[in-house]
């Protein structure tokens, strides 16, 4: 059962995951490049609220590196047609080779609710507890932080671990 999702903290997928991950009240980790910096420039208040970790002296690809080493897989939600030319993808595959962790890429065009069964039925067979979302930025697909989001809550849902924190109402 997934209890904490794994992030970088960049704009676009990374983003999404974190919220649908906050939303459902699971747990949120990661690290980020140095300066807490994203395409959007340095963001120190994304990694208080989500509790992630400044990687210091690190290029754009280490933190991704980092988040997949530590996490125990990897989900990449991929972009129409980009996934051949994103160095981050290369990166990933890399770097779970190298760690020996489950990967799990969600293509493009599968619908919200078919990803997330994909999604639980991956991560019961190979028992994710610290999932890894990865991704396009939000400069390369302008849809991808909403997506994500969907994609990460519905498969919550589905696992019966989505328990939205109940806000308080003012008034």
Not at 1 to 17: N, T
Not at 99 to 104: A, D, N, Q, T
């Amino acid at each position: 059962m997934i209890r904490e999702i794994w992030s970088c903290g960049q704009s676009g997928v990374a983003q999404g995951a974190l919220e649908a991950a906050h939303h459902c009240g699971i747990r949120t980790n990661g690290w980020m490049a140095e300066g807490f910096m994203t395409e959007t420039g340095p963001s120190p208040e994304l990694a208080k609220r989500f509790g992630l970790k400044e990687l210091t002296r690190a290029g754009e690809l280490r933190p991704l590196r980092s988040n997949v080493k530590d996490a125990d897989s990897t989900l990449w939600i991929a972009a129409p047609p980009r996934i051949a030319t994103d160095p981050a993808y290369w990166a990933a595959r890399k770097a779970v080779a190298t760690y020996g962790h489950p990967f799990l890429i969600i293509p493009p065009k599968l619908a919200e609710e078919d990803a997330a069964g994909l999604i639980v039925q991956w991560a019961v067979r190979w028992d994710v507890t610290r999932l890894h979302v990865a991704g396009p930025r939000a400069s390369l697909w302008a849809g991808a932080e909403e997506r994500a989001k969907l994609i990460i809550m519905s498969a919550l849902h589905a696992m019966g671990t989505c328990h939205p924190k109940k806000l308080a109402v003012v008034g």
